[in-house]
């Protein structure tokens, strides 16, 4: 019986020093998980990147103290490690593309390339960041499309930010007519858009003969703009230009072509 007694006290001993640990785990868990927090929001990290460091955090202290309270039981837990981190790696190898976006979605989030509301351009695809996930990064289309890009391109391939400056630069092409009066067509070009409250004065707009093509004399025309403004403004200056130059009399001139007719002979007649 003494035996028997010793051996229910050890047992009832390490039953409740295993609840102790799972406690400690747990409280300390919430306490790790809070200053984690405090510390991420004072340097202003992504809240999305704070919920999931936060998640990690969590997860892994009480797995430690759950391994830890299973070996105060008594049982041996280096078979347990060994099964743990051998399904682990084939998980891991299951599903490294899962893991390489989840990667880059780490590293998007940390570095902060582009944010929820900016318009980006990346996989052949331009669209409004609605928002920023783990494994892939949520895009609107212009035409009210959901794009769902994985963050594994975004981070593999080339990326623009169109929203990165808050302006814009609109590169515009006008053709004229040769026998047009280039001084006179540039002159209503700079009334157009010194007339447009929408182009900004600085960086100051630039207008220039941009090339001798074979039909036209084709004027780069470069106002900036702010983001909200580019597409807007970029219909309105084609249409306001097309009417000021019919007004002034400058011809904007359709391709065409010289044909030259040599008559010949023909045998036998």
């Known amino acids: 019986m003494t035996v028997q007694a010793g051996m229910l006290t050890l047992i009832l001993t390490r039953i409740v020093y295993a609840a102790v640990i799972l406690a400690v785990g747990y409280w300390g868990a919430k306490m790790v998980v809070f200053s984690v927090k405090g510390i991420m929001q004072r340097r202003q990290v992504?809240?999305?990147?704070?919920?999931?460091?936060?998640n990690l955090t969590k997860a892994a202290i009480i797995v430690f103290a759950?391994?830890?309270a299973i070996h105060?039981?008594?049982?041996?837990?280096?078979?347990?490690?060994?099964?743990?981190?051998?399904?682990?790696?084939?998980?891991?190898?299951a599903l490294k593309d899962s893991l390489g976006n989840f990667a880059a979605g780490v590293m998007i989030l940390i570095f902060r390339q582009f944010r929820a509301g900016d318009v980006i351009e990346a996989a052949g695809v331009i669209g409004l960041v609605?928002?920023?996930?783990?494994?892939?990064?949520?895009?609107?289309?212009?035409d009210n499309k959901t794009i769902y890009i994985p963050n594994g391109k975004l981070i593999g391939d080339n990326l623009i930010n169109y929203s990165a400056k808050g302006i814009r630069r609109l590169d515009?092409?006008?053709?004229?007519?040769?026998?047009?009066?280039?001084?006179?067509?540039?002159?209503?070009?700079?009334?157009?858009?010194?007339?447009?409250?929408?182009?900004?004065?600085?960086?100051?707009?630039?207008?220039?003969?941009?090339?001798?093509?074979?039909?036209?004399?084709?004027?780069?025309?470069r106002p900036w703009v702010n983001n909200a403004d580019y597409w807007p403004l970029l219909f309105h200056l084609n249409e306001t230009v097309k009417l000021r130059f019919d007004q002034a009399g400058i011809g904007i001139p359709f391709p065409q072509r010289?044909?030259?007719?040599?008559?010949?002979?023909?045998?036998?007649?």
């Open 46 to 54: 992504d809240p999305t990147l704070i919920s999931f460091v936060s």
């Open 66 to 68: 759950c391994i830890a």
């Open 72 to 93: 105060q039981l008594g049982i041996q837990t280096t078979s347990l490690v060994a099964v743990v981190g051998a399904a682990g790696l084939a998980i891991g190898l």
């Open 130 to 142: 609605e928002s920023l996930h783990i494994f892939s990064t949520q895009l609107k289309s212009g």
């Open 172 to 221: 515009l092409v006008y053709g004229v007519s040769y026998n047009a009066d280039l001084a006179e067509v540039k002159r209503v070009l700079e009334e157009i858009l010194a007339s447009e409250p929408r182009v900004l004065s600085d960086p100051e707009p630039f207008i220039g003969v941009l090339e001798l093509a074979d039909n036209s004399v084709n004027f780069a025309v």
């Open 258 to 269: 010289d044909v030259h007719l040599y008559p010949h002979e023909i045998a036998g007649a």
